[in-house]
């Protein structure tokens, strides 16, 4: 397994674009989690998902921001027109139901909002 | 609401140097996570903390954790270079049935020769 990973790495888009990020976690696990991290502060939790069900969005979450689990497997965080202060690097974890809940991060997706 | 403190937020120090990592949670938690950072790289697991009393060890890092407290420590023995980085401590929320993690600053660690 090589663990959870994110496509695309970096991605650069205009004011008022849509943009979809998609993660694949580590394949025993069935839960999924996205994060936004801004330079200098720590990961933001924006939503959870146990197997394909969404559990929880973050308030902080905008209508803008939607995000998909269609089988329980990988999952989708698409924004839509976007704006400058989306700009971030959006991270993917994933864990399992059986351990410590740990969460194993994937490599993120750097978004740049012109 | 779960609110989790990191200090200091940067730390400068020398090889061969001592130094303890503060993280401070408001509420209960039963979970606690350290997490290593490079620049431009995503997060590394580092020590799972899960009672009060837990001690972890890898190399020249020492987690603790008091839950009575709230307070967990990262102690960093005889620093070298490789350990320059952002550690993170993630606090689990227990609101609702979710595993939330909620995330301090972190702290920027430089160890100069």
């Known amino acids: 397994d090589t663990g959870v990973s994110q496509n695309p790495r970096h991605k650069i888009t205009k004011r008022g674009q849509n943009v979809t990020f998609r993660c694949d976690p580590i394949s025993e696990h069935n839960r999924l989690y996205w994060y936004r991290q801004t330079l200098g502060q720590g990961p933001e939790f924006l939503t959870y998902?146990?197997?394909?069900?969404?559990?929880?969005k973050s308030r902080l979450l905008s209508d803008r921001f939607s995000a998909e689990r269609p089988k329980g497997s990988f999952s989708t965080l698409e924004i839509q027109r976007t704006e400058q202060g989306d700009s971030a690097m959006y991270l993917c974890?994933?864990?399992?139901?059986?351990?410590?809940?740990?969460?194993?991060f994937g490599p993120g997706t750097r978004l740049t909002v012109l | 609401e779960l609110k989790v403190e990191q200090n200091p937020l940067f730390l400068s120090m020398q090889e061969g140097k001592n130094y303890t990592i503060y993280c401070n949670y408001s509420t209960t938690s039963d979970r606690l996570y350290w997490y290593r950072q490079d620049p431009g790289k995503s997060l590394e697991s580092l020590f799972v903390l899960l009672s009060n009393g837990a001690v972890k060890q890898e190399g020249r890092l020492m987690a603790s954790l008091d839950t009575k407290a709230r307070l967990s420590t990262l102690h960093i023995t005889a620093a070298v270079h490789d350990l320059s980085a952002t550690y993170f401590c993630a606090v689990g929320d227990n609101a609702g049935n979710n595993r939330k993690l909620i995330w301090g600053l972190g702290t920027s660690l430089a160890v100069n020769p």
């Open positions: 998902f146990q197997n394909e069900a969404q559990l929880e």
């Open positions: 974890a994933s864990s399992s139901t059986s351990g410590v809940g740990e969460q194993f």
